[in-house]
């Protein structure tokens, strides 16, 4: 039995994405049974949202990118689901909205952790773009 996992991707990154302000830039091809092998990804892309990592056969299931918010912009709620996030701040300052009741300040040297099964979002609130990273990974069993 195949298992299909579904994305939900915020209306905030698919206007990115379908109005060519974001790119998704695949740099390494591997066909599926390769393992992962190492690499070195630059982070300077004049795109909005610049994926980096993309899951198999790239990597054995992490996920990640480089987003840039313009001030007074967000990423839009969404939830990572089965997924754990961990969001390191490159440049800018903002809020996470983090389940329903959380709100951290963030700002450029900061990180911020994102349990699965959460809601959350990141707004800028600064006058300068806010700048992040993004690395996403199936949750594993509790040890």
């Known amino acids: 039995m195949r298992h299909v996992t579904t994305v939900f991707v915020p209306l905030s990154l698919a206007v990115y994405l379908l109005t060519g302000l974001g790119c998704a830039t695949h740099q390494q091809s591997a066909t599926a049974g390769d393992s992962p092998k190492a690499f070195v990804r630059s982070l ?8 980096l990592l993309t ?4 990597t054995f299931g992490m996920r990640s990118g480089r987003v840039r918010l313009a001030p007074g912009k967000s ?3 969404h ?3 089965g997924n754990e996030e961990l969001l390191v701040f490159l440049s ?3 809020v996470a909205l983090i389940g329903r009741d959380t709100r951290l300040q963030v ?5 911020a952790y994102i349990p699965p099964e ?7 609130t600064g006058t300068e773009p806010l700048a992040y ?3 996403v990974t199936p949750a594993g069993p509790r040890r």
């Open 75 to 77: 990423i839009g709620l």
């Open 79 to 81: 939830n990572t689901e």
């Open 55 to 58: 899951g198999a056969p790239q």
């Open 107 to 111: 700002a450029a040297g900061n990180v």
């Open 44 to 51: 300077e892309d004049p795109c909005n949202y610049h994926l």
């Open 133 to 135: 990273v993004f690395c």
């Open 118 to 124: 959460t809601p959350h979002n990141i707004l800028n």
């Open 92 to 94: 800018g300052s903002g």
